[in-house]
């Protein structure tokens, strides 16, 4: 269980997540890669009625792989990512957990999905098991 709030990078938008921590995990997608600067994204999945935010986002969709519709919604003056969506699991929020910085020694990730384009240089945990696509469930 979660309780915390945080912030963008410039402050305009406020995100609060209450409620039970779904999933942790980390996504090495080329899109992932792309969005974080880095070799895979870290990410807490959380019902999306657990989460509200404050302050107006500005969204981005793109097709996902799968044939989901995935949709990232982002600060339109900083450009940090608040949250993500996916037409997969809608009844998801998929929150970056770097967003959390300085309240997230909780976030303890379980597997490593989209490993299929994980690169060498990326240390990923020994221990996570690795998913070259997504898993069927969620979780």
């Keep these: ?6 912030h963008c ?3 305009a938008i406020t995100l609060t997540a209450r409620g039970r921590v779904v999933s942790m995990f980390q996504c090495a997608c080329d ?6 600067g880095s070799g895979h994204s870290s990410v807490v999945l959380l019902p999306a009625d657990a989460i509200s935010v404050v302050g ?3 969204s981005w969709s793109r097709p996902a792989e ?4 995935f949709t990232r919604h982002f ?9 993500a969506r996916s037409s997969r699991a809608p009844g998801f929020a998929i929150l970056p957990a770097g967003l959390f910085s300085g309240q997230n020694d909780w976030f303890v990730p379980n597997q490593l999905i989209f ?13 996570l098991p690795w998913h070259e696509r997504y898993r069927e469930d969620p979780q």
């Excluded at 600060?75 to 949250?83: A, F, Q, S």
């Design 1 to 6: 269980m979660i309780d915390l709030t945080t």
């Design 66 to 69: 799968s044939g989901a519709t």
């Design 75 to 83: 600060c339109p003056e900083c450009g940090t990512t608040i949250h």
């Design 56 to 58: 107006a986002t500005k």
């Design 115 to 127: 490993a299929r384009s994980h690169r060498a240089w990326d240390l990923i945990a020994d221990h």
């Design 9 to 11: 990078d410039c402050g």
């Design 31 to 36: 899109n992932c890669q792309r969005v974080s």
